[in-house]
């Protein structure tokens, strides 16, 4: 019950190379010092563990026992202090992080891909939720960091709060779609179709319906409310309905490996969602893993700028 750290390391060696002073080398101790701890444990255990033989130090039956405790104590030690320092260095741990769906894709999610390329012992949590949800997990203590936007509802004063990008809006259509033929396509155009949108209040949404009241129209009135992205890509592919999302979003239908049967339906004008941000939880501090991969993402979003071109 009493044997030390260094006495397990030393029984586990003596087995493996079977010479004392091999041992006493890995051990870095000299083989005089190895000798006196190994006959310190046999005197404690009035046993002898090992047998001085011809091809080397074999190990009793009571060594035997011994050594296959001794082993697994020298490397969960040795588990230990690689786990340790890796936490210190950020190449381990664990790191809790939630983004709105387009800082997901297009900021996060190449991130985290580099991250764990660099430390594969990092375990990583995401969510992806809307912002409201997000930073009310960061102010919980859920979160480490958060790719979305503190609501008015709020207190800043307990968030550090860092402007990002532009969200980009696309509309996502099925092929074949009627309106492809004729891209691309004014707001007015689109003010009759099925829309498929988030919930009232939401960024994107907000951002739809803020682009038709600038050209004098009424919002949609065929919607069907909904944030899975499963669901809009069913009632997508076999309807005539319009999908706003953001262009990360839309990039992954798109592009290969997915390469969707969707295309994207340009407009004449541009439509951005108002910055996400990149928020943190004010004076708390990060494990190393979190902070490096929060540098990782303010050096995606730093050399990815958002472009809210029309299309």
Known sequence: MNLRPAQARLIAAVASHGQLQVAAGVCQMT?????????????NLSTKLFDRTPKGMEPTPAGWVMVRHAER??????????EF??????????????????????QLVPAIQKLKSDAPGVEIS?????????????????????????????????????????EVVRLLVR??????????????????????????????RAAIETAFAEEGLHSPKDVITTSSLLVIVALVSQSDAVAPMSQEVLDMMLEPPVSANFKKLALTRPVTVVPYQIVTKRHRVLPAAAV????????????????????
């Open 73 to 82: 104590i020298a490397n969960d030690l040795w588990q230990m202090s690689q």
């Open 31 to 43: 083989q005089p010092a190895a000798s006196r701890m190994l006959a310190e444990i046999e005197k």
């Open 175 to 204: 092929d074949g779609h009627p309106l492809l033929c004729q891209a691309p396509v004014d707001m007015a155009a689109l003010e009759n179709l099925p829309w498929i949108l988030q919930d009232r209040g939401t960024p994107i």
């Open 85 to 106: 320092n890796d936490l210190k260095d950020g190449l381990g741990g664990t790191v809790r992080v939630g983004a709105v769906t387009g800082p997901a894709l297009g």
């Open 292 to 311: 490096t991969l929060l540098r990782m993402v303010r050096e995606r979003v730093l050399s990815h700028p958002s472009s809210p071109m029309t299309g």
């Open 126 to 166: 995401v969510e992806v939720a809307p912002s409201v949800q997000l930073i009310q997990a960061l102010d919980r203590g859920d979160l480490d960091f958060v790719l979305g936007r503190v609501p008015a509802s709020a207190d800043w004063r307990d968030f550090a709060v860092e402007i990002a990008q532009d």
